[in-house]
DNA sequence: TACAATAACTGGACTCGGTCTATTAAAGAG
DNA sequence: CTCTTTAATAGACCGAGTCCAGTTATTGTA
């Protein structure tokens, strides 16, 4: 079963999203077509959608790399810790990839494409399922209980909300921006804190 | 300045809501078309675009009509509660309009709609808009030092967290749920009571 | 070398959401 | 009756995303 069958590739993601920030800073988001992506990288516009489902896909798989890290991060840390705490650091030990050097080009220059709005919102839907591995992260600890359902749901949404802050925050401190952890620790642990309390003062149930 | 001037309505958003709702419990959101809504309730296409903005509007007016509400909440708080409470009182206030019988179709019909990707990012955007107020809210009580910037900002962001999952846990309790506020408060409350705490603890700038 | 299998690429037709513009219909005000 | 305002309409238009049938380039096999 060898992979190595077929055609092999002749374009790239790269060349994509290359073609693709050259027009958004030309011509903004909403006025780039993605007809014209593909003129300016030399394919078929067929050829975009056989590399990314959607226009806006072009703009996030930095953060997509950034994403997948976290399941991993999630499964590997101490089992002994705090789960708020464990969940804490598995954030922002999948964000370490992105140092001061490697942001990702989508946060650094969305002031220049105008229109967020659309924009936003595919990010959030990506962000939405990541809630969904940390609500399942938090059961899996605290158990299934309605008032522990609730708090898990919360906190882990709460915990997105608090990634999104952090992150906006940092892309904004352009001039001499450190490490993206300080600033996801500043903003998530005062959540972290509020959250622990709260599972530690609930009615104990089996482990 | 009269507002009785020019043709007056023929038609009505409810008109359309409720052509909109059966369709979308026939068909699903995404197998359900603007033009098909329109047929129905017996207008021009063009009229539904008078109406609302985006096809996922008709989904979230019921919503829109709570989130109104918040800014009216924020502005009437107590000046001398502590900023997260005030917070958390304007938000389940707000929310009070909706009674366990006033649920909105878009909450209660989610599952019986198929994908629900599109409507999430949609409804995504309008919260992201409320956080924008909460942070301005916040900010006016704490300052702009960087620190209490970026509480401000994932304080308000984790609250918006928090409310969309009690809203999720609330429409999910479909059988027996009582009202929406005691789920936002149980949600809310161990956010506030930790993000206070940081507040409480910052190095005091002026007032 | 010829042939099958596989997979990337292409072109084009199609649907649907959303925008825009020009036109007509229904009212009130002078 | 005429002017102004606003609702509704028809229709053209654009771009995102889907779908498919056909082409091209490569590897494995006979």
Redesign the interface.
Known sequence: MTNTRGRPHASSCEMLQEAAFELFLENGYAGTTVTQITQRAGVSRATFFNYFSAKSDVFWIDLDDVLARLPHGLATTDARAPVMQAMCSAIVSASASLGPSKVPWALTHLSMIGDI?EL???A??RL?CQ?RILTEFITRRIGRGS?A???A??????????V???T??WADASTKRGELGP?LT??????????Q??IDSMPQREL
């Not at 749901?153 to 608090?162: E, L, N, T």
């Not at 500043?186 to 959250?195: E, I, K, M, T």
């Open positions: 709005g936003q919102s595919s959030m839907s939405a809630a008032e359902a609730l708090i749901r919360a906190a882990s949404f709460a915990a997105i909300g608090a999104i802050a952090a906006q925050a600033y500043a903003a998530l642990s005062p959540l972290c804190h509020g959250v309390d709260a």
